[in-house]
């Protein structure tokens, strides 16, 4: 099944549109993505991303890994272009996206 990029773009748009008044103006993004397999490449997803310039962090308890970017400007375009890069990436190791979040620097 092929990933469906236009509804992933959308919700971002959408989650962005909710608090952009409140938004930082600058902040590290973080994406979320969660294995499709129990033996998933959790190394070779973690490089591909540090690679692309994402920093990663892993959390083995939750079994989700953090690709995090910036700081940043903060507009719903930058938060979908890095999205989608990451995206791109991570399914290549399947890897699923599951979301996003903003730290303030």
């Known amino acids: 099944m092929s990933h469906d990029y236009k509804a992933q773009r959308a919700e971002t ?3 962005f549109e909710a608090f ?3 938004a930082p103006a600058v902040a590290v993004i973080t994406y979320q993505f969660y294995p499709e ?3 998933a490449d959790w190394d070779g997803v ?3 991303l540090e690679a692309a310039g994402f ?3 892993r959390d083995d308890e939750a079994e989700l890994l953090d690709a995090m970017i910036g700081p940043v400007t903060v ?3 930058t938060i979908w272009q ?3 890069r990451a995206t791109e990436i991570a399914l290549t190791f399947d ?3 599951d979301g996003w979040g903003l730290l303030e620097d």
């Open 82 to 84: 890095h999205e989608k």
């Open 75 to 77: 507009t719903a375009d």
């Open 95 to 97: 890897f699923t996206p």
């Open 20 to 22: 952009a008044a409140d």
């Open 37 to 39: 397999e129990v033996d």
């Open 55 to 57: 920093r990663t962090s």
């Open 13 to 15: 748009f959408e989650s």
């Open 46 to 48: 973690q490089k591909a």
